[in-house]
């Protein structure tokens, strides 16, 4: 079970570019979860999606940002016209269907560091 | 005031030492995690609890809900054990999302 696995785990784009962030969540996860580490500062919740399914985007910006978990294939974070303030670390977590408290419900990926320049 | 406040932020301890984490948070909660991130690293999930206490290797966890606190302690410190450690809740309320709440990360550093 090779884990939450992210990719790339570093990109740079120029400003005006789109970036593309995939997450494939363990096997067995069917829930995934977003977040962005801006430079120093804390973690923050970007999108909770379920397959073919956006639950919860209430941290997303408004704008240029988007996030898909299709049937078949990654989940996907999309950032178009990036700016330098996008420059951050996106993790993705993913968990089971039904949390167990009992165990680690959840599971973060090694990360995509980003850097716009 | 952040709903989830970590203190002390930066910690330096001798090899050896005792270290404990302290995180209290200000809404009710379903789940904490302690989470583990070293430079430039992923995150790795330490703990997840709901009450109680619970211990793996040198590390222990415990949480008093009433009390909205937890602390997270580290036995005979190691080097290794340099990284930046994370609290963070999962709100009640927030069953049918998931998404968690996050302190703004204690930085430890273990000298030799």
């Known amino acids: 079970n090779a884990g939450v696995m992210q990719n790339p785990r570093h990109l740079v784009r120029r400003r005006g570019q789109e970036a593309r962030l995939r997450c494939s969540p363990m096997k067995g996860h069917s829930h995934v979860y977003w977040y962005r580490q801006l430079p120093e500062e804390g973690l923050k919740f970007m999108v909770y999606?379920?397959?073919?399914?956006?639950?919860?985007e209430s941290g997303m910006p408004k704008e240029r940002f988007s996030a898909e978990f299709p049937k078949e294939g990654p989940s996907i974070l999309r950032i178009q016209q990036v700016v330098r303030g996008d420059s951050a670390a996106y993790f993705c977590?993913?968990?089971?269907?039904?949390?167990?408290?009992?165990?680690?419900?959840?599971?973060f990926g090694s990360g995509t560091r980003l850097t716009v320049v | 005031k952040n709903e989830v406040e970590q203190s002390p932020q930066n910690l330096t301890a001798q090899e050896g030492e005792f270290i404990t984490i302290n995180c209290s948070y200000s809404?009710?909660?379903?789940?904490l995690h302690w989470l583990q991130q070293h430079p430039g690293g992923g995150i790795v999930s330490l703990f997840m609890?709901?009450?109680g206490k619970k211990k793996h290797g040198r590390l222990i966890a415990t949480i008093n809900i009433q009390e909205k606190h937890s602390s997270l302690h580290i036995t005979a410190s190691h080097p290794r054990d340099s990284a930046v450690y994370i609290c963070a809740v999962r709100q009640i309320g927030s069953s049918n999302t998931g998404k968690l709440i996050f302190g703004q990360g204690t930085t430890l550093q273990v000298k030799p």
């Open positions: 809404v009710g909660i379903s789940a």
């Open positions: 977590a993913s968990s089971p269907g039904k949390v167990d408290y009992e165990n680690y419900g959840y599971t």
């Open positions: 609890l709901s009450s």
């Open positions: 999606l379920q397959k073919e399914n956006i639950i919860d």
